[in-house]
């Protein structure tokens, strides 16, 4: 099988590739294609992958092209890790929305927005030139922000597109370690939209677990959750929270954390794989070596600033593994091989959540099988987390109808209608700041 990856030099394509020499079986991935506008990074992590390959036997052959519609053809799947504009273009999110005293995360708020701005028409492009090159293929979107981003393909694609995020694996694994139970044979009732969705039960054997972790106000305090939202706030919602809600429920403290920050996550990791871009230039150079060293910094302050404004420490070791490679690999064998499975995927919605349209994508369980993904019935939402799930899908909405019709109106519009923005002056000064820092925006008009 054939699998192209989208931002293939990007530096975390070598954790897909290194769950893809772990897979022995039939019907695996026998070709990666790695896909990128940068030569440069293409060149550093191939030398990485050749490094990470070098004793495997049989390890999937690896090749590398700047030339999109060669990338795709013949693809089986196609997996999508892009970042328009780069991590430079997400510092600049961070910075035009922090100067206006709001939000500039990535896929939260105000730079949410504006990086969606960026990336639908390319994503849009992209899925148009699957479905008429490779119009068999899967695609599997990791691109943020992922649920607006698999939206918008999906409207060309269909259900062949699907969005994939570690967010909601990570949480599961948490609770269920600190049940001690085992994550595999865990159901995880979760449902919201990508980074934006609560685990309402685990259960186990039949059982559901999460009372008993809610009403035990020390083993509710002892994991990653616990410590960003609280104690008394996890059980008066009834819930876990995805991480990512942290910026919705302690927004105030996050922004002033945020501008107070030496620097804006954007600017850290730009610094950082500028310097490890830069290392691999060197013939010399251990690259798979670099590589580790570098990705173990990353994951280690990976939401720091959230976690300092909750006094809740260090990351645990355990949560630095990451697992969106492992989502990957899961989905991919089950719709190769038939090798049905459940996982948490971002989805077109076909009536799962009754507040939302059939078309809207959202993150829920799905069974998976050859013929793709499907959502799970799920229970209704509460009204304060259906509340927040519509007034974002809504906001959505209106970025892919900006990008479609090119109206800085209606860009305006997403931008004043988020939660999280609370002027419609602020909406505009951010358009014209945003549009001002980034050349992907001059379509706005």
Known sequence: MKLTILGGGGFRVPLVYGALLGDRA????????LHD???ERLSAVTRVLAEQAAKVPDAP????TTDLDEALRGADFVFSAIRVGGLEGRAEDERVALAEGVLGQETVGAGGIAYGLRTVPVAVDIARRVARLAPDAWVINFTNPAGLVTEAMSRHLGDRVIGICDSPVG?????????????G???IDYVGLNHLGWVRGLRVA????LPRLLADPDLLGSFEEGKLFGVDWLRSLGAIPNEYLHYYYFNRETVR????AEKTRGAFLADQQARFYE?????DAAALTAWDRTRAEREATYMSENRETAGAGERDADDLSGGYEKVALALMRAIARDERTTLILNVRNQGTLSVLDADAVIEVPCLVDANGAHPVAVAPLPDHATGLVCSVKAVEREVLAAAESGSRTTAVKAFALHPLVDSVNVARRLVEGYTDVHPGLAYLK
Do not use: F
């Open 279 to 283: 290392e691999m230039k060197r013939p």
């Open 171 to 183: 949480l599961g694994r948490r609770i269920a370690r600190v049940l001690g139970a085992n994550p």
């Open 37 to 39: 506008l940068d030569p």
């Open 185 to 187: 044979e865990a159901w």
């Open 61 to 64: 052959e690896v090749s590398a």
């Open 257 to 260: 954390s945020y501008q107070q």
């Open 206 to 209: 039949g059982r559901d677990e």
């Open 26 to 33: 039939e019907g695996r991935v026998t070709h990666v294609v």
